[in-house]
Each structure stands twice: as C-alpha cells, then as structure tokens.
C-alpha cells in the first residue's frame, strides 16, 4: 500500500524555523519526484516545492527561494523540507504528493499525505 505520512509540523514565532518529514512506504523515491504543497486557510493548495527523483532538481516557489531547502533520504525513503525564517504567510497546512513521474514536471499527483499544520505567529 503507498504512503505518505507527514510530520514536523507546529506552532513557531516569525523568523523560526521547522523540518517537514515526508515518510513514505509501499514505494521507493528512487523512482517518484515528490512534492510539498501548503493550503493557507480559507485558501487553495499551492505547490512549495519538489524534488525528482532524476538527478535530484528541485522546484521551489519564489516567495520561499532562499528560506526553504528540501532534500531526500532514499535509505529512510523520506524528504524533507526545511524552512527557515518562516512568516505569518507561510501558515498552512502542508501536504507531500507523489508525481506520477520522476521528475517535477505536471501536475498527475497520485498518492498524499494527510497534512501537517505549520502556524507562524507574528
């Protein structure tokens, strides 16, 4: 069965910082990009994120460039995203997704996590 479990989330003042945990099973990362999308409250998902699988490139939206990093432990076959002087706007909750492809190209996300809370206070 293919899972993704998130974790790390939290409650962190501006200018904090958190790790996100993507833990996944029933597959390998060797083969799927996987990406990070955050939902802001009454908001629709955007994507943060992504690495692939191939060679490792990764995507990353213009407001975070700079703050987050995300990487890939394919021995524990978990990704991580680390963000670094987090904002009131980064609030959300944050899901991983896996590309239906090993690179981070498309939008075909065929398996999700349940999400995790990130709430910065000003």
């Known amino acids: 069965e293919v899972q993704l479990v998130e974790s790390g989330g939290g409650l962190v003042q501006a200018g904090g910082s958190l790790r996100l945990s993507c833990a996944a099973s029933g597959f390998t990362l060797d083969d799927y990009a996987i990406g990070w999308f955050r939902q802001p409250p009454g908001q629709d998902r955007e994507k943060v994120s992504c690495?692939?699988?191939?060679?490792?490139?990764?995507y990353f939206l213009d407001s975070v460039k700079g703050r987050f990093t995300i990487s890939s432990n394919n021995a524990k076959n978990t990704v991580y995203l680390q963000m670094n002087s987090l904002k009131p706007e980064d609030t959300g909750i944050y899901f991983c997704g896996r590309l239906n492809t090993g690179w981070c190209v498309g939008s075909d996300f065929n398996a999700w996590g349940q999400g995790t809370q990130v709430t910065v206070s000003s």
């Open positions: 690495i692939s699988s191939t060679y490792g490139t990764t």
